[in-house]
């Protein structure tokens, strides 16, 4: 199966927005989020991934399908005041995961900005964590940095 991450340009902001629905009804379970008047759940940064040039709106297709999407952010480590890519959200439709999709499309993210990454999971979120720690291990042949706070941030690169 041939996996390709693509820029999302703003005709696809609807396509994104779609896609977002499915994710956060997904990650509802993990991290409960409000739904507005129509019962559409809210993610107020959509808008800034086509005005801020340090956001990046990926979608993420096998073959001629729309598989999922990611959303990178470009920002300075609080910590150390040093660059860092945030991959903010990730996700893969229910018909496509346990196939390697996901982890090839992470692959193909974290080549095409060297450098710093940062890696965000949720304690709730019990299947994140080891599919993000097996990509994350196997893409830096274990040279990460695992920090548990009150989410676990992996660092790599």
């Known amino acids: ?81 040093e660059p860092v890519t945030n991959l903010s959200e990730f996700f893969i439709l229910r018909v496509f995961r346990n196939q390697g999709i996901g982890n090839k499309a992470a692959v193909k993210l974290w080549d095409s900005f060297p450098g710093k990454w940062q890696v965000n999971v949720l304690y709730t979120n019990k299947l994140a964590y080891p599919f993000w720690k097996h990509a994350i291990s196997r893409y830096t042949n274990n040279s990460f940095e695992e920090i548990n706070e009150d989410k676990i941030t992996f660092l790599f690169g």
């Not at 896609?19 to 107020?44: C, I, K, N, V």
Request: charged share 25%.
């Open 1 to 81: 199966m041939k996996v390709s991450v693509r820029a999302a340009n703003i005709d696809e902001k609807d396509t994104l927005d779609n896609l977002l629905q499915l994710y956060l009804h997904d990650f509802s379970e993990f991290a409960p989020d409000e739904t507005d008047s129509q019962g559409r759940f809210t993610y107020p940064y959509l808008d800034h991934y086509w005005r801020d040039p340090q956001r990046f709106p990926f979608i993420i297709d096998v073959e001629s399908n729309i598989a999922g999407f990611a959303l990178v952010r470009c920002e300075n480590d609080p910590t150390s005041g």
